[in-house]
């Protein structure tokens, strides 16, 4: 009876354990752009992404957008969501244009996996390194958002 419950507490125990180590957060990165002119946005990545393009199941590189300017939660929410065009792709970098006064979804990710997935993001010829991106970012939640003005 004694090895019965110890066993039992064990299996108990490992079983909570297993369960709490596939938890995960989404936390997404989005751009919102506050001017009312269309930007050019040039996504860099620190390693080729040819493949994992071909495999995007999830919708990583799908870079939804709503005309509007929204937070995460409404982002969420809606049931249409479109996604940009790429007007060019390379090796590590993807290039899109984003209207005026709308918000992107730049990347989808959890656990903030964002930060290791992008390099930087161009904004019209200007680089934001992470660190930048994640200094000047709001954060909402889990989400981040970084306002161009």
Request: hydrophobic share 35%; aromatic share 12%; with cysteine.
């Amino acid at each position: 009876m004694i090895i019965t419950r110890k066993f039992l507490t064990s299996f108990i125990a490992f079983i909570f354990l297993f369960t709490l180590s596939g938890c995960s957060i989404p936390t997404d990165f989005y751009l919102q752009n506050l001017t009312g002119t269309k930007k050019i946005i040039k996504i860099n990545y620190p390693g080729n992404i040819v493949n994992s393009l071909e495999k995007d199941t999830y919708g990583r590189f799908s870079f939804n957008y709503i005309d509007d300017v929204v937070n995460p939660r409404l982002f969420k929410r809606e049931k249409n969501i479109k996604s940009l065009e790429k007007i060019k792709i390379d090796s590590t970098s993807i290039t899109v244009e984003m209207g005026p006064e709308s918000t992107m979804r730049v990347e989808k990710a959890h656990n903030y996996h964002w930060n290791w997935r992008i390099a930087s993001i161009e904004i019209d010829d200007k680089v934001y390194t992470i660190k930048e991106l994640n200094e000047n970012s709001d954060k909402i939640k889990n989400d981040y958002i970084f306002k161009i003005k």
